[in-house]
């Protein structure tokens, strides 16, 4: 109780104390930060192929949809294997992509959360690693949004698994370590099936490690990795509402890269702090917070509320203010 009651307290003392600009753009390494920047940079390296990959998902439904509806001619029946493990392999990669990202997490939460600095001094003097936790954020709530806007990626791996379960009762052959003819071992498509059954598989993983990460640092004060969350939404929000920091970005996207961060970085802290980003008492200024979001054209304003709305842990709670829950159509 102690602990909890030191954490609300620190938190409640925060909140709107940071007035920063963290350069997103061209932050490059100190020397302290090059290890763990070069271990990160070989995985955001692929980030932007890998979200372009997603966008141009061609699904097998044209080929499915024909084998459904003619289970009796063969040839549309190999037709359709054919193009589902095709897509299989892409989502595979996709999947395989999110455990890398998974990996580095505790680096950069290490690097960026530990040590004698605040908060502040951490993303003031590194930020270089600051630049790349936004990226994977941005990275994260974009390969939701994807994956939430093509339902044919859960439809063509549901119809792979039902595919895999007939072709090997009809083999008489079960078997758990995959083949020439199925891709993926049970256990990897097992693994696959609960990741694209998510709603917002990448978000969900992400807080999973964040979370994972706390509990396993002992050693660690939480409220040193709620600080360094809650700080780095503080920042975003910050730059977002202080026009001369949004004129010093030289990319036209950079603007809408703060807000994805921003929900991002609240999600974890709603996540790993014991009573969560919309008590009144947290460190994150959520009426704020939505609000500037709410400024925005409607077409990004759902993409970046909906993840508050369904993919945080404490809305729900007796703790959330009403006002709260009405600005973001929560009844």
């Known amino acids: 109780m102690g602990n909890l009651l030191k954490i609300i307290t620190k938190d409640a003392e925060a909140i709107n104390r940071v007035d920063i600009f963290v350069d997103f753009e061209n932050a490059m390494p100190s020397e302290s930060e090059l290890e763990v920047y070069e271990k990160v940079s070989s995985v955001l390296e692929r980030a932007s192929a890998l979200t372009y990959e997603m966008f141009n998902y061609g ?5 499915i949809r024909a084998a459904i509806s003619n289970p009796n001619v063969p040839e549309l029946q190999d037709a359709a294997w054919v193009s589902v493990c095709e897509s299989v392999d892409k989502l595979q990669s996709f999947y395989h992509f999110s455990m890398e990202v998974e990996a580095v997490i505790p680096d950069l939460l290490s690097a960026l959360c530990c040590g004698p600095m605040t908060a502040k001094e951490h993303l003031e003097t590194q930020q270089a690693l600051t630049k790349q936790f936004a990226e994977i954020l941005y990275f994260t709530l974009k ?6 806007n093509n339902p044919a990626m859960q439809n063509d791996f549901s119809y792979y698994r039902r595919t895999v379960s007939r072709r090997r009762l009809a083999a008489s052959e079960p078997s758990d370590a995959g083949s020439l003819d199925d891709p993926l071992s049970a256990e990897v498509a097992n693994l696959m099936s609960l990741f694209y059954a998510e709603a917002n598989p990448m978000l969900k993983k992400l807080s999973e490690i964040t979370t994972k990460f706390v509990s396993m640092h002992k050693d660690l004060p939480i409220e040193q990795t709620t600080e360094c969350l809650s700080t780095m939404a503080d920042v975003c929000r910050c730059m977002l509402e202080k026009p ?7 990319q036209a996207d950079t603007t809408l890269f703060c807000y994805r961060v921003m929900v991002g970085v609240i999600i ?3 996540h790993v702090h014991p009573i969560g980003a919309f008590s009144r008492r947290s460190a994150i200024d959520m009426r704020s917070t939505i609000r500037l979001i709410q400024q925005l054209d409607s077409s990004d304003v759902d993409s970046l509320l909906n993840p508050l709305r369904y993919t945080t842990k404490h809305l729900n709670d007796e703790t959330t203010p009403k006002n709260i829950k009405q600005l973001l159509q929560i009844t």
Do not use: P
């Open 59 to 63: 699904s097998s439904s044209d080929d």
């Open 143 to 148: 390969f939701d949004e994807i994956k939430m």
């Open 268 to 270: 974890l802290y709603d």
């Open 244 to 250: 001369e920091y949004i004129q010093r970005f030289q």
